[in-house]
């Protein structure tokens, strides 16, 4: 299993959708998709993105961590 990390490739705005399809095995296209559509429901769903995108460390970064 993958350590979970934005990407450096591949980013719309900070890397997270990708890092999540990269994850789940999906296309970065899908997961943002998804990621739209749960925004027009009640949640906290703009909070989580920001969230995971100040917790997510940079790809380049995770490799120097390892």
Known sequence: MSRLARPTDGRMIGG???ALARRFG???TTMRVI???SCLLP???FLL???LWILLPSEDKA????
């Open 16 to 18: 997270v959708c990708a």
């Open 26 to 28: 999906t296309s970065a």
């Open 35 to 37: 990621f739209l559509v």
């Open 43 to 45: 949640g906290p769903q």
């Open 49 to 51: 993105y920001i969230a």
């Open 63 to 66: 490799r120097t961590a390892w």
